[in-house]
Each structure stands twice: as structure tokens, then as C-alpha cells.
């Protein structure tokens, strides 16, 4: 027999999260690196492919199991379990970054909070991540020893606010998991079943018209029906009551990387102001070390060693360089375009047009120099301008056709404000330029009306004062350590600056009806302000959905249910 430790810091004892018995040690030993430990690589080889590796990281999101409960539950038994999934990833997810999942070195960490979480996918180049979803994963599951799964983190736990903290975490958790039924329960008698229109095939159908023709035609039946409804009303609930969750909630993350990707991320860890960063980063090193030590080695090398040591002081030191700003940006979501390609002209939009147009007239003229093909795309006129660019976009069947790279000539910056939650969601896009101010409790928070209506308005702005509290108690002493308190729905600032091509694929992407409602209404912020300035640029964009669609995910998981159908036979 042996088991699983979770410790949360060097010289931290620990304890067992799980318990494996002899035969299942033996086949692990053939596909981890290791068989104690909540982080640990994974060994591709004939016992465990690429394509069972990327299919298991992938699954992450929706489960709570661990990736070695996973493997023997799920691919062990089955050696075309990869297979099969990424045959119906579509149908289940729908989500092209599960492709990234396969072909480089995956590893799990596991029993992680989310502001580590935040801190490794602050890495954007090489690497991808997949996480369990706050919406499809209820966090209501306590460790062995009988706590909720939260960060423990040891200057917190050593000072005179650690018996504090730990009452606090447990309360948050407490009324997370005590509402969540409740929450359930009004948004079901808000949206009866009886009175929603599922989209099957070519017809939009209440559950009490199913017909046997549709029936046999798509292979969906009631039973279908009723799950895809209460998939999408957990979803929703979920969405709503994350709110109450802290920094502090540990989940499980997959990640694959090339090894120029670990280096960076490992350099970043080091560097860390959090204890955890740095346990993270020196569990991370070990393991990859198993498996490609010529690869990662500078690691702990001078120059690496320099280099984690110019980041971490430069966190340290920028601080006493900038006076502190009063808090801004009280009043729920913003998204406020700060700069944009024609930004003080008399027409922005010409001006975006031509960057556009010139680079196709560079592209396409050859032996034509930038200057020249800027100047003919000045000369054409709008009119001709926008023709050009409308043959160049072509006839889009779908958000997957984006236009192509003379689009990454214009450019934009917001400035956002809005809950925590929504910056996690967002942050996963790596096309462009995004920093974040530290988590904090400055900025406030938004009451959702839904929690006046089922009757925690009154405890959620209890805990939340509890929380500033307490983070402005932590701060004065442990500024990187308070993050841990601040819970999803405070607000936050952060920027973006991105493309005019990366436009397309954030706004007709994070507007789908299946999407959070909260970063829904982000993005349609965004869409609204560019197409303000920049309507040439917006009028191909055929897939926003600007609609206010309170159970987003009904037609998702009906069309999963049909795709499975389909594939299944």
C-alpha cells in the first residue's frame, strides 16, 4: 500500500489525500514520476501515448478526480480511452485549446491554489493549461483531514492571524456549498423545463413536443433532454455562487510544454514572492529532471539564478517607485478603450482601414516597397478600401475562419475592471499583452441580484467585509500572501492590448450563449467600444452573439448529447 502526501510548503509534514493499493502503485510507476507527490510528470510510452496523455490533462476540467485516479479509472482499462475522446472532444468541449494538450512534457499539479495557478499560467509562450472549471466541478469536497481545499499558506499560518484565516476560509465554503442548492433550486423555477426550447437538428422544440420522428432521426430522447437541463442550470448556479470562493482553493491543474516553456515558467516560480510559487517551482524541477535534465539544467544554473533573483527584487522594489492611486473603477464591469491604431484622428477608421489595406497591398504587390503600398491604400478611398478588405475576410462559415495577418496591423488597449472570476477566464488568452494589478479588496465587489432573491445578500456582505478585513490586516505585513483571502467576486484591474485578428477570436469566442454570463457582458463591451471607432474592422464580424441568454448552456449540452449520438452510432 501507499499514498498520496499534500504538502503545502518545504518541511511542511503533510498528509495522505489518497490511498493507492500495491497494483495500483505498480501500473503508476509506469506512467508518473512519481507515486507520493501532488506534482509529477507524466512518462509517454506504449503504456500511456500522446493521445491518452492529452485526453487525460484535458479531463481536468470536469472531474474531480486526481490525473492518477483518472488513469486507472479511465485509461488504464481502456488503451483507446485518447482516442475515443479526442474523436468526441468537439462534442464534449468544443474548446480547440484540448488539441494543446498533446505533444510536449505533461505534467500535473495538483492540490494547487488559484493564485498559483495564476502565477504559472502568467507564462504565455509554449505552454498550455487546463484547470477544473469553477461552473462544471461543485468545490463542496473536503481533504482526509476533514478541511475544505484551501491553501494553508505558512507566513499566514505562523502569524497571529492564522486561526483567523482558517475561519474564514471555512466560512466562505460553508456558504458556498449551503447556497448552491438554493441556487439551483430558484433558477429552476425561474426557467421550468417545460418552457425551454431545445435546438434539435433544424428544430427549436419544447421537451413536450419530442415526437418519434425527431426522436429517430437525431437519437435524442426526453432522458437526453432532462440532463442537458440540468447540466445547464448547475452550470449556471455555479457561475453564480463561484463569487464566495477565495484565492486560497486549491485545484488541480494540467500542463504541456515544450521544455524552453518550463524554463520560463520554472525561472518565474523561483522568483516568486509566495512560498508556494517556490514549492511549486522546486517540486516542478525535480520531476521534469527525471525525465529531460539536459533540458531544463540551467535552471539552477548562475545566469537563471541572476535572473530569478532581477525578477523577484524587481516586485519587490517597483512598489516604493510609484505612489499608490485611489481606488477606481467602483460600479461593476468596465471596459474602457485607452488606445487604438487612429487614436486623436479625424477619421480612426480610415486610418485603421489603411494599416489594413496597406499590408495587402504590400502582400500581394510584389516588388512593392511598405511606403509605396501604404500610399496606394491612401489614394483607393474608403469605399475601395473596405471592398478590398471585405474579398481579403471572404465568405465566413464560422468563428474558426478569422481573417488573416494584415489584421495584426491594427491595434487596441483596454483597461478593464470586474470581478476576479472573469479575469480568469480571460487571462487564458495568450494572443497579445495582459497584466494585472494584485488582488485586492480595494476596487469592492458587486451584490448579484440572485442572491437577494434566494436570501444570502445579508451573508455575503457579512463575509465580504470579513474578507477586507482580513486582507487589510494580512496586507500591512504580507502584501503577496493577502491575495490569498480575496475571493472571485471582488474586482479587479487589469489591461489588454491586442490585435485587430485576436479581436475576432475573443469577441465572437467569449460571446457564445454557452459562455459565463459575466465575461459575456465584458466582451460585448469590447465589441461595442471598437465598432464605435473601427466599424470597417467589425463588419465582418458574422458570431457575436450580443444576446442576454440566462441558461447559455441549454443548447451546448443538447448539441453535446446529439454529436455523441452521431459518433456512437
Known sequence: MGSITLSFWDGDAGFSVEELSDAELAELDKVVTNTDKNIYAWKISEALTTEQSGALLS???????????????????????GREFFLSWLADYGDDSIQEMSGGLPVSCEYISNLAVKELEDSRIGASFIEKSTRYVFFDKKLPNGSYMFYRD?????????????????????????????????IKDR?????????????????????????EETGITDADMQKAYDNAIKANALDFMRDYLPMATLTHVGINANARAYENILNKLFASQLAESKWIAKNLYNELNKLAPSLIYRVLESHDKYYQEL???????????????????????????????????QDPNGEASKK????????????MSFNEAYKRAEEMGQEKRDALIAAYVGMRENRRNKPGRAFENVDY????????????????HRIGTQERQ???????????????????????????????????????????QAQYVVTFGYNLHWYYRFNARQLYHFC?????????????????????????????????????DMSDSRLGRLNAEIRIAQKKKAILG
Request: charged content about 30%; hydrophobic content about 30%.
Open 154 to 186: 505558512p507566513d499566514i499560518m505562523q502569524s497571529n492571524l492564522g486561526d483567523k484565516y482558517v475561519e474564514l476560509m471555512t466560512g466562505l465554503f460553508d456558504s458556498y456549498v449551503k447556497g448552491t442548492p438554493e441556487m439551483i433550486k430558484y
Open 438 to 480: 494584485r488582488f485586492s479588496t480595494s476596487l469592492g465587489y458587486e451584490m448579484r441580484s440572485e442572491y437577494e432573491d434566494i436570501g444570502i445578500a445579508d451573508d455575503y456582505k457579512s463575509k465580504m467585509a470579513e474578507v477586507k478585513d482580513l486582507y487589510n490586516k494580512l496586507s500591512e505585513k504580507l502584501p503577496y
Open 413 to 428: 488597449m483596454f483597461d478593464f475592471t470586474g470581478r476576479v472570476g472573469i479575469y480568469r477566464d480571460l487571462q487564458r
Open 508 to 544: 465572437e469566442l467569449r460571446t457564445t450563449p454557452s459562455g459565463h454570463p459575466d465575461y459575456r457582458k465584458m466582451v460585448q463591451l469590447v465589441y461595442n467600444e471598437v465598432n464605435k471607432v473601427h466599424p470597417s474592422v467589425t463588419k465582418h464580424m458574422k458570431f457575436i
Open 59 to 81: 479531463r481536468y476540467s470536469r472531474t474531480v478526480y486526481t490525473g492518477r485516479r483518472l488513469y486507472l479509472k479511465e485509461f488504464l482499462p481502456n488503451k483507446f480511452r
Open 311 to 345: 525578477l523577484s527584487n524587481r516586485e519587490r522594489i517597483m512598489p516604493s517607485y510609484i505612489e499608490a492611486g485611489s481606488p477606481a473603477g467602483k460600479g461593476g464591469a468596465r471596459a474602457e478603450l485607452v488606445d487604438y491604431t487612429g487614436k486623436g484622428a
Open 356 to 367: 489594413i489595406a496597406s499590408a495587402l497591398v504590400y502582400r500581394y504587390a510584389d516588388g
Open 191 to 215: 426557467n421550468p423545463i417545460d418552457a425551454q426550447y431545445f435546438r434539435i437538428g433544424e428544430n427549436q422544440i419544447r421537451i413536450s413536443e419530442l415526437s418519434k420522428k425527431i426522436e
